[in-house]
């Protein structure tokens, strides 16, 4: 006869399921959440594990990272990039077509990159394609086999085997993606010359004149190109890391219209403002730009209406070299920013002075990423039936951030030195306890997730 006991349960006081957070128990077996029992439930046939008032949270999920591998693994690779989200409680990443090299444009490039992965995923993880001016005929094969949407840049992406594309390359992608239903992701900045450009360029450790130089128009006239792009073919488009609020109306106003759009945004643009960045201070450099205080809290406040759908890290890293943190050149240095352990201490820190719960911080950092990725009916709830992927963490718990504690693989970020409240505990992927206290356990447990 079979075995239909649970193989483990975990009990914590606070466990947050889709009705709220409840003293619970949770019954897993083969990886997958069999039942949550309200209270603590006495066993004899099968362990407990009790984490008493840590919070049990669904694993968070980041389908916004560039994890750099094949072609560029010195800036970061699959090893060190997954070990590091298992420290911060994430459990899936979805990672970005580029900077690999080659980049994820063609159904090669993406076996180039499952490859890679072999041996080296501490946890799951799925992939983006791209789309480039040369590759429409290639669209097809890479949706085949598995991407789980398209990114486009609408302006220079930083690499040059990954160029921006036109309204005209994306209309003929979209009419591909719309017959497979899958989302065009767009890095929504349209830049033109104007003076500010100038102005940084005989400026260049100013962080103002780097924020004036992409400035908030920009990415205000994409998000419309990308609303226009969404009405015509009634197809799923997402804007990656929103960081101008002044976009926020059109982004209202399309939604109201029932358009498929749907919107992330960074840690990074909630937790920082400009006023505060140093001069000269590399670290910081992400584009589109961290802005000032006024847009930051008007982002928060999407958040918790339901304007942005999600935050995610964009976590960018590259070498202490190409990011010039000797000279401080801003302009020189590679603009992106590496956080991915930290995202969860991060956001909650900022989400407290905001008055945003812990149910909304789950939502926003593993439900509606879940969702976006085709993945709602198995990941980001605790709920029955779905993957035992789980964080234990304590909110209450205080720590600063030391360069020692990183896990990826240069040890710099813009957060080193902060004091942020939220400590992970546990992760647990499949229903593996795989991260506890600074430890992993040895082999990598991680899957690759593919469109079905
Ligand atoms: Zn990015």
């Not at 969404?230 to 804007?239: A, G, M, Q, T």
Request: proline share 6%; net charge negative; hydrophobic share 40%.
């Amino acid at each position: 006869m079979k075995n239909e006991l649970p193989d483990f349960a975990i009990h914590s006081t606070c466990v947050v399921t889709p009705e709220g957070i409840k003293n619970a128990t949770v019954l897993i077996k083969d990886g997958i959440i069999t039942d949550v029992v309200e209270g603590k439930i006495k066993v004899t046939d099968f362990p407990l594990e009790e984490v008493g008032d840590l919070v049990l949270m669904p694993g968070l999920i980041d389908s916004h990272v560039h994890i750099n591998e094949p072609g560029r693994t010195e800036w970061e690779g699959f090893e060190t990039m997954t070990k590091a989200a298992l420290a911060g409680g994430i459990t899936t990443l979805v990672d970005m077509p580029l900077n690999s090299s080659p980049v994820t444009i063609s159904a090669k490039t993406f076996q180039d990159k499952l490859k890679a992965t072999e041996g080296k995923l501490y946890c799951n993880c799925g992939f983006w394609g791209g789309i480039v001016p040369s590759n429409a005929d290639k669209l097809e094969e890479l949706i085949d086999a598995g991407v789980l949407g398209i990114k486009a840049f609408l302006t220079h992406s930083g690499i040059d085997e990954f160029p921006n594309v036109t309204l005209a390359d994306l209309k003929k992608g979209m009419a591909v993606m719309t017959k497979h239903h899958i989302p065009l992701l767009a890095h929504a900045e349209l830049d033109e010359m104007h003076e500010g450009i100038t102005a940084f360029e005989k400026n260049p450790t100013s962080y103002m004149a780097y924020l004036n130089s992409r400035p908030k128009v920009w990415e205000d006239k994409a998000v419309e190109m990308m609303i226009a792009l969404c009405e015509e073919f009634k197809s799923p488009v997402h804007i990656v890391h929103l960081s101008s609020a002044d976009a926020l109306p059109q982004i209202k106003a399309a939604r109201a219209k029932g358009l498929p759009l749907t919107v992330e945004t960074c840690p990074q643009y909630l937790y920082f403002c400009a006023e505060e960045i140093p001069d000269g201070n590399t670290l910081f450099k992400c584009a589109p730009p961290i802005r000032e205080r006024a847009n930051n809290d008007k982002l928060w406040q999407a958040l918790k209406d339901g304007t942005i759908d999600f935050v995610v890290t964009d976590h960018s890293p590259a070498t202490p070299d190409l990011k010039k943190i000797e000279s401080g050149n801003l302009k020189e240095a590679w603009g992106g920013i590496a956080s991915i352990q930290f995202s969860l201490p991060v956001v909650w820190t900022a989400a407290k002075k905001s008055g945003v719960t812990i149910s909304e911080i789950a939502a926003l950092m593993s439900t509606h990423v879940a969702k976006f990725i085709g993945l709602e009916h198995s990941k980001g709830k605790i709920q029955k039936g779905y993957d035992a992927d789980l964080v234990v963490w304590n909110p209450e718990q205080n720590f600063t951030v030391k360069a020692s504690d990183i896990q990826y693989r240069h040890k710099i970020s813009p957060y080193v030195g902060e004091e942020l409240s939220g400590v992970v505990k546990q992760t647990y992927l499949g229903g593996k306890r795989v991260y506890e206290n600074g430890n992993f356990i040895p082999l990598p447990q991680g899957k690759i997730i593919r469109r079905k």
